[in-house]
């Protein structure tokens, strides 16, 4: 949750050449609905309330959170970070390999 902040001002500053999608490996989607609400994040979140056994998070090998992954326009897999603090060099990264 402490990376909130940083990936508020990345979805501004990158609104047309990314689009940020939340993952949540909460069992309580109520509760990630309230989060997502109390934090102000205007990104989507899937959530199904089945922890790391979800679909989602099972085709991704998601092993902990949280988990940043940068995918191409394809779907593919571009990088997968530890942190959102790396997300911005990546981005630029990602922005001017396809160009």
Request: without cysteine.
């Amino acid at each position: 949750m402490e990376e909130v902040p940083l990936l508020k001002a990345l979805d501004t500053k990158h609104a047309n050449d990314i689009v940020i999608v939340g993952i949540s490996t909460d069992v309580s989607v109520e509760r990630v609905d309230r989060v997502v609400k109390e934090k102000g994040m205007t990104w989507a979140i899937v959530a199904d309330g089945k922890e790391f056994g979800g679909p989602i998070p099972t085709a991704y090998h998601i092993q902990g959170t949280p988990e940043v992954f940068v995918l191409d326009r394809d779907g593919r897999i571009f990088a997968r970070l530890g942190s959102a603090r790396q997300l911005e060099a990546t981005v630029k990264d990602a922005l001017s390999s396809r160009r």
